[in-house]
């Protein structure tokens, strides 16, 4: 009933304010069941003899998008649940908490039974007789092409003051990434935190772009200052990740750290012949201060992807390299690095970035989800036939290494073994099936067989499959 009222009053709102102003108001959204299966993500099936992480949920997730615009101004309001598990509405423990451990992880993951909550509610407006635009608000966005910083999930607060000169556009970005003090071990805030300047977490950006015919040039100077020291917390693993964490990528370790990031990229978007490119290259430096010394150093990634029609066939491809650890190195406090971080940090949302396991649901190079390329040396090929008009196959391989070596410990009990960097290969099928012009069936099956970075002291890792289909209507 919950759900059905807030629908209600948000078609209410539209209908009202399209009658009452004289403003262009329109509704869309979707609606989505979500069928996955995914089996061994921990990799120890035949270690401990019992399959812990595997899992096969349903899932239903809907969005209400109202978007407005009027005059020099437009604004929008979207309204959605993530992916509510069949079944799990009526059940819960004993603190009310809903059990999921899928990315429904926003705003609505503590909250008893189904909801809807704030994907994005921003307004933009263009200052009069003036280039110059400002939009602020709850919003998804990203830097360049989002292999640095990238929040296309949940959405982010931010300002963004932009203008365009000619082909250039120009921008400055203001994201607030946490308000207060994050209590130590805590991975979100709480009703006592310390809402003081002193300790909030912002990411500024200046860019520019340049569009030259099919061709866009973009760079970006980004400055991270988290006085809260949770981006750019030191995490408790072996050989784990440098400024990430697992599933949201906020670290938990401490109060008493404090950092700077600077983040330069250039990222580019056009076309090379008949084929299309998409390319980034950040450079990164950083210094975090804590109670046992001071960390500092610089980091590096580059990411080139390109795709190349072939009559009913579209190529596809993937290089990319994010820099690391130097072997050996765990950063659980300052000293063990002697001064010296080299592993790239990057801010993506926990949507999937481009395998269906690796570094989706099974953890990457660092020692966690969601970090992108970060220690990851990856090379793709793959393609997409449109076996008939509504039906398109494709399958990508990827090859994946270490940047640097390290050894990642996924089964309970186990402890790292030799460093390496052969993370393994993973295979991934696609199916996308277009119904009718509104209604959509698309699938991916993937296979991941580790390498052995993933080997432990309990023995060699075990391959891991999933699925994971999606029917959608839009509107």
Known sequence: MKKLFVVAVVLAIACLSSMAFAAEVTVNGYVDVRSRLFENLDLNKSMNNADTASRTTTETAFRIDVNVKADNAKAKLSLWNDHDIWGINAKHNADNQRNITNEGNGGASAVQGSSAYIREAWLDVMIPDTPVGVKAGHMLTQIGNGWFFRDNYGGVDAWVVYGKMGNATFAVQDVKLAEGTYPSGAATPVATMNNTNANDVDLYTAMAEMKMGDNTLGINLSMLKDDAGIYLAPQSTTNGAYGSAQT????????????????????????????????????????????????????????????????????????????????GQSPTTAAPFNGKMTQFLDFTDIGQHYTLLYEYRIKGATGFTNTGFSNTTALEVGGMFQATKSLAVGADLWFLRA???????LASGSTNANNSRDLGMELDAKANWQITKEVSWNWQLGYFKPGSAYTTNLGKADDAWGAQGILSMTF
């Open 403 to 409: 940047t640097e070596a390290t050894n990642i410990a």
């Open 248 to 327: 949201d990528n906020v670290g938990t370790t401490g109060m008493n750290q404090k950092g700077r990031l600077y983040n330069v990229g250039l990222n580019f978007v056009g076309k090379l012949g008949p084929a299309a490119i998409k390319a980034e290259a950040d450079v990164q430096q950083g210094k975090v201060e804590n109670s046992a010394g001071a960390v500092s150093g610089t980091a590096n990634q580059i990411v080139a992807q390109g795709t190349m029609p072939m009559g009913a066939l579209t190529l596809n491809a993937t290089a990319a390299r994010g820099s690391g650890n130097v072997a």
